[in-house]
Nanobody
C-alpha cells in the first residue's frame, strides 16, 4: 500500500521547536522530490518547503525561511521538517507530498499523508 505517514506534531509555546517526520511505505521515496504543506482553519493549503530527489535543492515560503529546514534520509525512506522559532501563525495541519521539480519549481504529486497537527501558543 502506497502511503505517507506524518508524525511529530503537537502543542508548543511560541519560540519553541518541533521536528516533523514523513515516512513513506509502498514506494521508493528517493524517486520523488518531496514537499511539506500546511493548512490552517478556514484557509487554503499552502506550500511550506520542498526538497529535490538528490537533496541538492531546497525551497521555502518566505515566512519560514531561516526558521524551518527540510531534509531527507532516502535510506530510511523519510523526510523531515525541523521547525524552530515557532510562531502562533505557524499553527496548522502539516502534510507531506511526493511530487517533482520542473524548472526549479516544486509541483505536487498524487501521494499525500494524512497530516499532523501543529499548534503554537502565544
Amino acid at each position: 500500500q502506497v502511503q505517507l505517514v506524518e508524525s511529530g506534531g503537537g502543542l508548543v509555546q511560541a519560540g519553541g521547536s518541533l521536528r516533523l517526520s514523513c515516512a513513506a511505505s509502498g514506494f521508493t521515496l528517493s524517486n520523488y522530490a518531496m514537499g511539506w504543506f500546511r493548512q490552517a482553519p478556514g484557509k487554503e493549503r499552502e506550500f511550506v518547503a520542498s526538497i529535490s530527489k538528490s537533496r541538492g535543492s531546497t525551497s521555502y515560503r518566505d515566512s519560514v525561511k531561516g526558521r524551518f529546514t527540510i531534509s531527507r534520509d532516502n535510506a530510511k525512506n523519510t523526510v523531515y521538517l525541523q521547525m524552530n522559532s515557532l510562531r502562533p501563525e505557524d499553527t496548522a495541519v502539516y502534510s507531506c507530498n511526493a511530487g517533482g521539480y520542473y524548472s526549479e519549481s516544486y509541483y505536487q504529486g498524487a501521494i499525500w499523508g494524512q497530516g499532523t497537527q501543529v499548534t503554537v501558543s502565544s
